[in-house]
């Protein structure tokens, strides 16, 4: 009987002690170091917005969160990287236009923006904007297509890249504006591009907005539309107020490895939405020209499968043979 007794008593003993183990609540995200992955160089506005984001991350969840700069490809090799990275949330990429548009100009890429990566957030964004060497006479959208029309051979256009600047100018040019005998130049990088315009080497130039602000503001360039409204030259006219239905703006976003907790996606997306409007944030976001946003995951997933579309359609529609 004792000894009976005696048994009952340890195991009911055990059965608390698992019973209390069990109902030992989870610490919640983060609990150690968050990498965040820039697949660019350092220094461009993706790389800094994501250095801020960082930062007020890990005062708010009480972790360390840090970028590495994984560059190579337009992208390419730092997504790869996540895209095989463990789905827990410690591994993250912030990501610009290039991440949906590799798809579509990579044959061999090896990932699947769509299927292998999980949508967190749009972060922000910023328009595109055309504008002119003081040189070119045209005050506005149909003024240089007119002149280009009359003089084809005397201008042509610096655009950066051979992925989304490339389709997005070529669509503007050749698609909407039917300007297929104006030269594009291409260059590896924004800084590049504007100097030649600068020097009248180039006569236009489509680029996004934020590298070209001192130079629109000391009437080195002359802007003629932009591709969305911005605070920062509410006089530029859009695209659309041209007549032309161009709204490619400019996105940084963070996506995770497919298959990321949707606990710590709501998480990460929560926090994004109070940070990029605290004043110091909002400020720096104004600094660099861009606008904050911050849409749920499924938007931001919705926004990579319609980018995915439209650019596979302008690569055809302008006979872009893909890499």
């Not at 051979?153 to 005998?181: C, P, T």
């Not at 946003?293 to 359609?313: L, M, R, T, Y």
Request: aromatic content about 6%; hydrophobic content about 40%; some cysteine.
């Amino acid at each position: 009987m004792k000894r009976g007794l005696i048994f009952c008593i340890f195991g009911a003993m055990l059965l608390a002690s698992g019973r209390s183990h069990s109902q030992q609540p989870t610490k919640p995200y983060p609990t150690r170091q968050v990498r965040i992955v820039v697949p660019y160089p350092a220094g461009g506005a993706t790389d800094l917005i994501a250095r801020l984001l960082s930062q007020k991350l890990g005062e708010r969840l009480g972790q360390s969160f840090f970028v590495e700069n994984v560059n190579g490809a337009d992208g390419v090799v730092g997504a790869g990287q996540v895209s095989q990275a463990t789905p827990d949330g410690y591994t993250l990429l912030v990501v610009a236009n290039d991440f949906a548009v590799a798809s579509v100009t990579n044959s061999n890429l090896p990932y699947d923006p769509v299927k292998n990566f999980s949508p967190v957030s749009i972060i922000a964004t910023t328009p595109e904007v055309v504008a002119v060497n003081p040189s070119v006479p045209a005050k506005n959208i149909k003024e240089l297509v007119d002149l280009i029309k009359a003089a084809p051979a005397k201008y042509n256009y610096a655009a950066v890249g051979l992925g989304f600047g490339q389709l997005s100018a070529e669509r503007l040019f050749k698609l909407d504006l039917k300007l297929d005998g104006l030269e594009r130049v291409p260059f590896n990088g924004g800084a590049p591009a504007i100097n030649s315009t600068l020097a009248g080497d180039t006569q236009i130039i489509h680029i996004g907005l934020a590298p070209l602000v001192p130079f629109l503001s000391s009437d080195k360039l002359r802007p003629l539309a932009v591709t969305s409204r911005t605070e920062a030259f509410p006089e530029i006219p859009t695209l659309r107020e041209s007549g032309i239905p161009d709204d490619s703006d400019l996105i940084i976003g963070m996506v995770a490895p497919a298959g990321t907790p949707s606990d710590v996606i709501s998480t990460l997306q929560k926090q994004i939405a109070q940070i990029i409007v605290l004043p110091d944030v909002k400020s720096t976001l104004d600094k660099l020209s861009y606008q904050p946003v911050a849409s749920a995951p499924s938007e931001f997933g919705n926004q990579i499968k319609h980018d995915i579309a439209v650019w596979s359609k302008v690569m055809k529609d302008v006979n872009i043979t893909v890499n």
